[in-house]
């Protein structure tokens, strides 16, 4: 099996910084891609960011610029560093990553437990 744990949601203030984890542990033999997505009360799950295993990035318009995704393959975690956070960010983040595992030929999409940031004053 493989797990994603994330970490490093919370409150913060608009302007204010946020770094997020998720760390994949499990029967792995590779890692493709990863990324971050969010949804916001009311919302449909949207993609924040996604990142190759070569390292090519890709964001929302809604973030670029302010938000930076980077990954280190030796700990299978990829990260999402949000800086100049705004109300309209707050939303439960969730990471995906595309693993191929020992056990099976192919790919599986895992998917983290979402962590919540709130920007408010």
Partial sequence: QVQLVESGGGLVQPGGSLRLSCAASGSIYSINA???YRQAPGKQRELVATITSGGSTNYADSVKGRFTISRDNAKN??????????????????CKQVVVPRWMGGTLDAWGQ???VTVSS
């Fill in 77 to 94: 975690t990829v990260y999402l560093q949000m800086n100049s956070l705004k109300p309209e960010d707050t939303a439960v983040y969730y």
């Fill in 114 to 116: 979402g962590t919540l």
């Fill in 34 to 36: 990863m990324g971050w």
